[in-house]
């Protein structure tokens, strides 16, 4: 891989100037760490939005499945109430925004009240993927906003609650 190459070129190089091994040795090591400690990070990043897909779009009820394999005789004597599923958060949503690292949720500001931050340099961005803010119905954009830092909570949840009381689907 380019990795490897990269690597046993760097080596071959320090060896020719004379640079001691175990130097060379310890930033490959690193290098290594390295990369495996982001491999390691995105692969938990990966479950944890395959997680939240399953959680906020789950569109068939468990019991839907159950029922597929059932003798069609079998499906009309189930009652009606046990095919009602949950509302999930994602429900009604026709775009998504996931703010990963929200801060204090200015990046939802910004794609909610574009007219307050006209300078912003997002807008562009914004305008290709959820359509310009003259034609663009707030309610039907929703906002996961997640950050780990407990000094912004409350912030992030008055902005919340002033969102829900407009209709506005922003969940941290």
Not at 105 to 133: C, I, Q, S, T
């Amino acid at each position: 891989s380019f990795l490897t190459t990269r690597l046993t070129t760097m080596y071959r190089q320090n060896q020719r100037q004379g640079i001691r091994n175990h130097k060379v040795l310890g930033t490959i090591l690193r290098l290594l760490l390295g990369i495996s400690a982001a491999s390691l990070y995105a692969y938990e990043v990966l479950f944890f939005l395959r997680n939240l897909e399953r959680t906020v779009f789950e569109d068939k009820p468990r019991i839907a499945t159950e029922r597929q394999n059932l003798p069609s005789s079998t499906v009309d004597d189930e009652p009606q109430a046990a095919t009602k599923r949950t509302k999930k958060l994602g429900d009604g949503c026709y775009h998504v925004f996931l703010d990963v690292g929200a801060n204090i949720g200015m990046n939802g500001r910004f794609l909610y009240e574009p007219e307050k931050y006209p300078v912003a340099k997002v807008h562009r961005a914004f305008d290709r993927h959820f359509g310009k803010p003259a034609a663009r119905d707030n309610r039907f954009v929703c906002i996961f906003a997640f950050e780990p830092n407990p000094a912004h909570r409350e912030r992030l949840v008055r902005l919340q609650n002033a969102y829900n009381r407009l209709g506005w689907r922003y969940h941290y």
